[in-house]
């Protein structure tokens, strides 16, 4: 059974930083995509910034410039680095990975921006 387990959330103030860590084990195909999506109350799941086969990395619109993902293959690890944070920015955010033709979400951390 393929885990997630995020850690790296947290209370900050806005022009802060943080960064996000998602470690995936139990996988036992080639990983064909692997990111994170954030979820606010009262609003539906976004893509933050993913990286998909061959390095290519998507960001939403609203994190561009400021947020930085990263991967460490030989560990299944991702990062999401985030900087310049707004008040905006405050959700759940949840790592995810596409592997073997499934979806697997970790049970997602908090970030919260303060003005």
């Known amino acids: 059974q393929v885990q997630l387990v995020e850690s790296g959330g947290g209370l900050v103030q806005a022009g802060g930083s943080l960064r996000l860590s998602c470690v995936a084990s139990?996988?036992?195909?080639?990983?064909?995509?692997m990111g994170w999506y954030r979820q606010a109350p009262g609003k539906q799941r976004e893509l933050v910034a993913r990286i998909i086969s061959g390095g290519v990395t998507n960001y939403g619109d609203s994190v561009k410039g400021r947020f930085t993902i990263s991967r460490d293959n030989a560990v299944n690890k991702v990062y999401l680095q985030m900087d310049s944070l707004k008040p905006e920015d405050t959700a759940a955010y949840y790592c995810h990975i596409l592997t073997g033709g499934n979806d697997y979400w970790g049970q997602g951390t908090q970030v919260t921006v303060s003005s």
């Open positions: 139990g996988i036992i195909f080639r990983i064909n995509a």
